[in-house]
């Protein structure tokens, strides 16, 4: 099955956010720090800053497409999702300087993890999984996303993964179009979004636990809209 367009335009959305964001100075790193991205250089970059708005600083510098930063508990990496097309060995000089590469919204999105000042950046999820929304749990033993992010895609579940790019785990099945998963503060649940009814194509708030039992329609809306949840 073909998966709906909406996923899509949740995710335009989430890129739309961030437009315009000039940068300067060194690095910020670790508690205190804002990472966001933004699209100063062109394309969408993963950018830090201080709290007080002062030494932005684009971390990825990529010709990619980053987005969706999600920092681990400890503040001393920070998950994202990228599309690129090229070399993906892991090293970032060849992810930041692809050759003959083709445009990078051509390429599959995949979850990346790097140091918070933008070094040792790596692939964590394989490019077939079309990943997104990374999410890190507040032990930081797990990474949840969204998989089949692309518009050609079948329909998105959530998954976990751990940092080290292992223990891959599918927690919905068959529930309809999951996306946008977020930790509850105790790791213990996941919220997320769920197209349910391609009638309507309505999106509602979801709840599951951790393992992905129990999934629970919040907010049940046959004539709304719900996305991005936060807990």
């Not at 993890?113 to 790596?122: E, I, N, P, R, S």
């Not at 949840?144 to 692309?150: E, I, K, M, Q, S």
């Not at 649940?189 to 979801?206: G, L, R, Y």
């Amino acid at each position: 099955m073909t998966r709906p367009l909406l996923g899509l335009l949740t995710l335009a959305g989430a890129v739309a956010v961030a437009a315009g964001i000039p940068f300067a100075g060194s690095a910020a790193t670790g508690a205190g720090s804002i990472t966001f991205m933004g699209n100063a250089s062109g394309n969408y970059d993963i950018y830090s800053m201080s709290a007080d708005g002062s030494g932005v600083t684009d971390l990825t510098n990529s010709p990619a497409s980053d987005q969706m930063p999600s920092w681990s508990p400890d503040r001393t990496q920070i998950a994202f999702s990228t599309r690129i097309a090229g070399n993906r060995d892991g090293r970032r000089e060849d992810r930041l300087h692809p050759t003959d590469a083709p445009l990078p919204f051509l390429g599959p999105s995949v979850i990346w993890v790097m140091h918070a000042d933008g070094t040792q950046a790596k692939p964590l999820t394989p490019d077939d999984l079309h990943a997104a929304f990374p999410d890190w749990s507040p032990d930081g033993s797990r990474i949840v996303f969204a998989n089949n992010v692309c518009p050609t895609c079948d329909l998105s579940d959530i998954y976990t993964i751990n940092p080290g790019g292992n223990h891959l785990q599918q927690l919905t099945h068959d529930l309809g179009n999951n996306l946008q998963p977020r930790w509850s503060p105790d790791g213990s649940m996941i919220v997320f979004t769920n197209t349910s009814d391609f009638e309507t194509f309505n999106e509602d708030i979801w709840t599951m636990g951790a393992d992905g039992s129990n999934p629970v329609d919040l907010t049940n809306s046959p004539t709304s809209d719900e996305q991005f949840p936060d807990w």
